[in-house]
């Protein structure tokens, strides 16, 4: 039967015994009147020990007390196995004491090597200061785990309160990421069209330079006859004026005077064209400045045709943010000196080559049929444009070149040169 049945049928045995009787411990049942048989030796033998102490804790009576008084109340205790009435049959039982353990036999040597004699009222003593000191451990124990605990919520909080920081000022910046890569390639369309426009005022202050130029050219040779002609008749008035002909005198005034004027006029005439030729260079410089600024956006990826193919390949809602991931990816490409998607092409009927893009490309060819011919068109412009401006360093191009001074040629030179070549052609044409 259980240890609970057991405590029913007996009682609570630490009140029912005596707390001053000293008893072995750690608890030591002794069992006597085992049955034995002899072995083939001739020696009596009994039954396995560790037989017999699982009965007993099958039955519940692992509890010494409880042992004890089991045996005591079926009447095989301790005391009636000392009576002397007779013979005894079954098993007798009982805790071993202090007469048991100072006994002069094989039960007392084996008591004394295992056990001490200990009071139930000692054994209580120690057990509630056991407890005690159990639970003040405890308590410590769990005081620390709750200081640990705060320590790991407080860890906790301020890991949460950081992440949320974080994820919010992640979120601020791809907001602005987002926002600057939009405004860039929005600025790379104004300053791309900006570039166009300047150099199309280029052209047409060339244009117009050379024209006024070549007027005011004109008028200088067309007075420079004038006025060596003037210079003429004025030396040969002044030798018939030496012969004191009034009228000649009169007429020698007239052309001297309009030989001055001519003159002033051809003066004012070359300093108009010196105060061009610095008004042009100062607009010159002005120009390439602008122009320099500007080349160096040229190359620059487009951003509508990417948001075109991502508003037929995706949802709506998040076209703008794709757009801006695949056109930054682009320009990552674009800008990465070790991709080279150019290819070498004779030109026909002339001796040289151009590069030209190579459509065999394995990235080109990928992006085109991932995204169409939008997206495709703007990166191999772009790629163009770097390879016409020169903006990776990577290829030679053609530059305007003042072979006299061997150095870059600026505009004034450029226009004085084709005034030149002007001119001549104009003379062949009139000596024609």
Known sequence: MGGTRQLALFGNPIQDCDHHEKLVHPWKGIVVNIPTTKAQDGRP??????????????????????????????????????????????????????????????????????GDL????????????????????????????????????????????????????????EIKGNELAKRQVHNGTERMKLSQDLEQRQKEELHEKII????????????????EQLKGQLNVMKHMASDGDAQVVKEVDIIFKDLVEKEAELADLDKFNQTLILRERRTNDELQE?????????????????VDAM???????????????????????INDPDWHPYKRVKLENQDREVEVIDD????????????????YNAVTKALLEINEYNLSGRYITTELWNF?????????????????????????????
């Not at 004109?218 to 420079?224: F, G, H, L, T, V």
């Not at 065999?360 to 997206?375: F, Q, V, Y």
Request: aromatic content about 6%.
């Open 45 to 114: 033998a009994g039954e396995s020990g560790s037989k017999l102490r699982d009965e007993y804790i099958l039955r519940g009576l692992n509890n010494g007390l409880l042992f004890d008084k089991a045996y005591r109340v079926d009447g095989h205790g301790k005391k009636d196995w000392m009576k002397k009435d007779g013979p005894k049959l079954g098993l007798y039982g009982w805790i071993a004491g202090a007469d048991d353990y100072n006994g002069n036999n094989i039960i007392g040597e084996n008591l004394r090597k295992t």
């Open 118 to 173: 200990k009071t139930i009222a000692e054994l209580m003593e120690d057990e509630a200061r056991k407890q005690q000191m159990l639970v003040k451990n405890l308590r410590q124990v769990v005081e620390e785990k709750i200081k640990d605990v705060k320590k790991i919520e407080e860890l906790f909080d301020d890991h949460e309160r950081l992440t949320k920081l974080l994820e919010s000022e992640k979120r601020k910046l």
């Open 212 to 227: 006024r130029l070549g007027r005011q050219r004109d008028q200088e040779q067309a007075i420079e006859p004038e006025v």
């Open 290 to 306: 602008a122009r320099k600024e500007l080349v160096n956006c040229m190359g620059e990826l487009v951003r509508k045709p990417f």
């Open 311 to 333: 508003q037929q390949k995706y949802c709506q809602e998040d076209v703008e943010d794709r757009a801006v991931e695949v056109l930054q990816l682009w320009e990552h490409y």
């Open 360 to 375: 065999r490309d394995e990235k080109l060819r990928e992006l085109k049929a991932d995204l169409g011919d939008g997206p």
């Open 404 to 432: 006299k001074e061997d150095k870059r040629a600026t505009l004034e030179e450029g226009v004085t040169c084709l005034l030149d070549q002007w001119e001549k052609a104009k003379r062949k044409r009139g000596m024609a």
